[in-house]
Nanobody, 125 residues
Framework: VHLVESGGGLVQPGGSLRLSCAAS????????MGWFRQAPGKEREFVAA????????YYADSVKGRFTISRDKAKNMVYLQMNSLKPEDSAVYYC???????????????????WGQGTQVTVSS
């Protein structure tokens, strides 16, 4: 199983980034996916999740209206479009997958079985 994130970097406040996660080694088409983040000295926190079909999404209150999660089953990819970025969005962002096919969306990290290595997002002027 491999989850490989990309797209992180340095951006000014108010800017945008699009994170990508390439998935392989499991049945991506039937797996719910999520994005989490962890800032230095803080616990890992939920950001967004999408169900297996892509028809249902869920967001943390802190990112609702600014971030959008999506998936492309043909490419085995999941994305996180981040707009109106704030300094408090700075963190390492992780892509995660649930191994149980057709299971529901979860915002608990312990429900996710596979994790990527993370990509750094820094929002600073």
């Amino acid at each position: 199983v491999h989850l490989v994130e990309s797209g992180g970097g340095l951006v000014q406040p108010g800017g945008s980034l699009r994170l990508s996660c390439a998935a392989s080694g499991f049945t991506f088409s039937s797996s719910p996916m999520g994005w989490f983040r962890q800032a230095p000295g803080k616990e890992r926190e939920f950001v967004a999740a999408i169900n297996w079909s892509g028809g249902n999404t869920y967001y943390a209150d802190s990112v609702k209206g600014r971030f959008t999660i999506s998936r492309d089953k043909a490419k085995n990819m999941v994305y996180l479009q981040m707009n109106s970025l704030k300094p408090e969005d700075s963190a390492v962002y992780y892509c995660a997958a649930r191994s149980r096919s057709y299971s529901g969306i979860s915002y608990y990290s312990y429900d996710y079985d596979y994790w990527g290595q993370g990509t750094q997002v820094t929002v600073s002027s």
